[in-house]
DNA sequence: TCAAAAGTGTTTCAGCTACACCCATGA
DNA sequence: TCATGGGTGTAGCTGAAACACTTTTGA
């Protein structure tokens, strides 16, 4: 195993150490919404036992969204809501990480040391339609897979706490901007939107308020019915792009 | 003027490049009250003609919050609420950089060409008791002073847009935390509190449903009677410390 | 005709808005 | 007694919440 993640490494930084800015690292929260589970997209490397938050670095004439871009892209996630959380920056973040520093003199080694140093890294978190995703296993991670966003197990580093953080600026961008359209398919029912609504905020919500609130903020418009299911058939939605992209762009008006 | 600009950078960096992350930096968007005007802090370093944000950079062992702190602290700023913003990484966000780079050999050229490169700067906003504040002069800027919010002229490079996004994130919070307790003074009347949400919001606010939309949250107490002014004096207010934590700490609860 | 799920009606309650009115003070 | 600002009362509107009711389908 850990020959292979000397070969992986070598390959991701195939263009030498000197094209990243050193320091400054990207980290990706990735969603996605799968009938009615909010989940999260990790990575697992060759011989290590903990998941990871898909990241990565920034090269030295690359604006700082391109890079989150690129990143997500080795994945295999593309045409995503994205948003910059924060940058998390405290120097002793990552617990122990020297202490894994090989001392030899091969490129490896240089690879290691080098990412190995103090880092700030920079979360951003992306909202995609995870049915319309393939994953593809990039050059640094062996493993990708989606967890359930309420079972974080066996999170490495730091990263299940930024993936708690990441989630309450969602619940406060839902609240304000509805960026559901992100996360489902072109056409869904009423009762899939209240489960996402429901996943994110986690609490039930009331059918019928639900209904009108959505309905007559004209996001959503009627487009057939659906009849494969048990029960009354349900009518199929999609967003309304152009009241869709309105509300994204209004502030925020509540309070005062 | 070059020649103290040069005297003050070697002084800034004394300690040498080598102490400070490379293409990190800092900038901070202090916010203070002067009734009614809502204001901010800037900086012009000698031989300079525009105004730029009080910024710096972070040490190698240094959490990013504490240099934050530090660097407030040279301005004579202390005591203040502060947040992270967000983290600006366009590659060319300071237009023409590279054209200022000295091509000597002097320990002076070598500053000039190290804070030429690229950065990603971190912002944060902090909130200051505008007339508890005394401002030093601190080592990288001969002049500091406040400008009114709404009236930015004559800002550096990015940061006019640093200044106006940052003030919306302020109305946000204002309207989930009552965050005004970090701008006003130990006491002020209802009047002055009401000023500072209108300065902050930008627009007028019923005097009588301000006043008991403040009362019900309870996070201000009634302490004295002001009897100087003309007209019916007012009372004067403080916050409750206890409410306000309390209010601070809790959840935004608002749509769904 | 029954279960299941979609969709609607309706009552109640809380909170905000706007504006009018009253109060306390100094000139 | 008037101007100036502080402080209160209240009618009307809006919208959320909760829950009961009706509709449409497959078995």
Chains 1, 2 share one sequence.
Request: net charge neutral; no cysteine; proline share 3%.
């Amino acid at each position: 195993m850990e020959r292979s993640l000397k070969i992986i490494l070598e390959e991701y930084f195939e263009a030498g150490l000197g094209s990243f800015l050193p320091h400054v690292s990207i980290n990706n929260v990735v969603f996605g919404y799968d009938h009615p589970y909010l989940k999260v997209l990790v990575h697992r490397i060759p011989g290590q036992n903990a998941w990871m938050l898909p990241g990565g670095y920034i090269k030295h004439e690359e604006d700082l969204d391109k890079a989150v871009y690129r990143n997500l892209k080795l994945d295999g996630i593309e045409n995503v809501f994205l948003r910059q959380i924060r940058t998390f920056g405290d120097a002793f973040r990552i617990p122990g990480l020297n202490e894994t520093v090989d001392i030899g003199n091969s490129k490896y080694s240089e690879i290691l040391r080098w990412a190995s140093r103090r880092f700030v890294t920079v979360v951003y978190y992306a909202l995609v339609k995870y049915h319309q995703t393939r994953l593809i296993n990039s050059v640094i991670s062996s493993e990708s897979t989606w967890i359930d966003v309420n079972k974080l197990e066996n999170m490495g580093v730091d990263h299940a706490s930024i993936i708690l953080e990441t989630r309450k600026m969602l619940v406060t961008e839902l609240q304000n901007h509805p960026v559901a359209s992100s996360l489902l398919p072109e056409s869904f029912t009423f009762n899939e939107l209240r489960g996402l609504y429901e996943a994110i905020l986690n609490r039930s919500i009331d059918r019928g308020t639900f209904r009108r609130k959505i309905l007559k903020q004209g996001i959503v418009e009627q487009i057939d019915t659906r009849k494969d299911a048990l029960g009354r058939p349900s009518h199929l939605f999609r967003f309304n792009e152009e009241m869709y992209l309105k509300s994204l762009a209004e502030e925020t008006k509540f309070g005062f």
